[in-house]
């Protein structure tokens, strides 16, 4: 009870939302704009008791003139498992969404008009939030799959790199099929913001990703992984290297010979604790 008051709380409403309201109230589109923001509602909610079942940090649930958007104050190293349930479980919520309106249309609860109007909204949505652009479900989806073979701040910018081509698709398909389309343009906007955004953040996101390692967070390793570096390569090129899911061990190498090796807390420490920034990797195995 008390998480589903705590995701209550989280629920904020975008102040132009008001305003998109009180216009659809005035053209006599109400009931088009409720079904959507009752589907986008749910949608989010899905995202987010998912979360809060892995006990998440949730920041908040913001409903948008155009969508929402559940907002997680995490960083990369909870589960990938947990991070796949949380990140589908938004577009699941449109097969139950879906379920339940064919069986009232089915009993008669529902007019054709409705139902129609209903499965139209809900396949529009988990078909866009599916797109490999982020911050959709399928742009992060697509980073959690690089993640499985590449360092952090790789698989991160392969993500945003993708997500780039297909908003460029999205971009083009739009000239020349919507032009007039005022909606999809705002959320043309809203993307092109979000992933220019994010992308201005990634030294930021992967830094965090860092801290979080550094002070414990990180809540399961998939495996135990040796990163064998050169003794000459800085202590920040190595830690771009890590990967989200892996413990390391560092392996110093020295003319193709092991010279030490390095616990990752280690290195850690020395960069977000001694400070040792502009350092080189072999210069910690004399202190460690």
């Known amino acids: 009870m008390n998480k589903v008051i705590h995701l209550l709380k989280n629920i904020k409403v975008h102040p132009l939302l008001w305003v998109v ?3 659809a109230i005035i053209t006599a589109h109400f009931t088009e704009l409720s079904l959507l923001l009752f589907i986008i509602f749910v949608h989010e909610m899905g995202h987010a008791a998912a979360a809060a079942f892995f006990s998440w940090r949730i920041k908040r649930i913001m409903l948008l003139p155009f969508g929402g958007v559940a907002e997680m104050d995490e960083h990369g190293n909870r589960p990938l498992k947990e991070e796949v349930i949380v990140i589908i479980s938004g577009p699941l919520q449109h097969i139950w969404m879906m379920g339940a309106a064919y069986i009232a249309y089915a009993s008669s ?3 054709p008009e409705l139902f129609s109007l209903f499965i139209q909204y809900n396949l529009m949505i988990l078909i866009f939030n599916l797109l490999p652009i982020w911050p959709l479900d399928g742009g992060k ?20 790199y993708i997500s780039a081509v297909s908003l460029m698709v999205f971009f083009l398909l739009t ?17 092109i913001f979000s992933l220019y955004y994010e992308w201005k953040q990634s030294r930021y996101v992967f830094m965090r990703f ?19 570096v050169n003794e000459e390569d800085t202590i920040i090129q190595v830690l771009q290297k890590f990967q989200r899911g892996c413990k390391h061990s560092i392996i110093v190498e020295k003319k193709d010979k092991e010279k030490m090796s390095l616990d990752e807390n ?4 020395a960069y977000f604790s001694d400070k040792i920034l502009t350092a080189k990797i072999g210069d910690l195995v004399y202190v460690y």
């Open 21 to 23: 309201m009180g216009i």
């Open 109 to 111: 609860l529902l007019s």
């Open 141 to 160: 989806l697509i980073f959690l799959c690089l993640s499985l073979s590449n360092a952090f701040p790789t698989a991160h910018k392969k993500a945003l």
């Open 175 to 191: 000239v020349f099929m919507m032009p007039f389309n005022i909606n999809i343009w705002i959320v043309l906007a809203f993307l």
């Open 210 to 228: 860092l801290l979080e390692r550094h002070y414990g967070k990180n809540s399961e390793f998939r495996t135990l992984k040796p990163l064998v």
């Open 266 to 269: 280690e290195l850690l420490h």
